[in-house]
Nanobody
Framework: QVQLVESGGGLVQAGGSLRLSCTAS????????MLWYRQAPGKHRDLVAS???????TYADSVKGRFTISRDNTKNTVYLQMNSLKPEDTAVYYC?????????WGQGTQVTVSS
């Protein structure tokens, strides 16, 4: 069984920062790519960032230079550090992983950025 649990969302002012956490109940956590997605009302769920088991990272152009994805394999946790937040970053943020062609999702955590 796989379970992903996100935390760290909240309400911040534009220009502020938040750190999201996703703790995974997965054996051999360090072997798997972890991803952050986000979905705003009326929008598609879009990939924000990913980090592979080998540590390679990717970012959406809209967050590059502002967001940093990292992982702590001793805690089975992936983080998304979000700096210089903008109102357009407002969304529900979801943790995701893909194992043996099965997608697993967390419950989501709300991030709201006020202007």
């Amino acid at each position: 069984q796989v379970q992903l649990v996100e935390s760290g969302g909240g309400l911040v002012q534009a220009g502020g920062s938040l750190r999201l956490s996703c703790t995974a109940s997965i054996g051999r956590f360090s072997s798997y790519t972890m991803l952050w997605y986000r979905q705003a009302p009326g929008k598609h769920r879009d990939l924000v960032a990913s980090i592979s088991g080998g540590g390679s990272t990717t970012y959406a152009d809209s967050v590059k230079g502002r967001f940093t994805i990292s992982r702590d394999n001793t805690k089975n946790t992936v983080y998304l550090q979000m700096n210089s937040l903008k109102p357009e970053d407002t969304a529900v943020y979801y943790c995701n992983t893909y194992i043996n062609w099965h997608d697993y999702w967390g419950q989501g955590t709300q991030v709201t950025v006020s202007s």
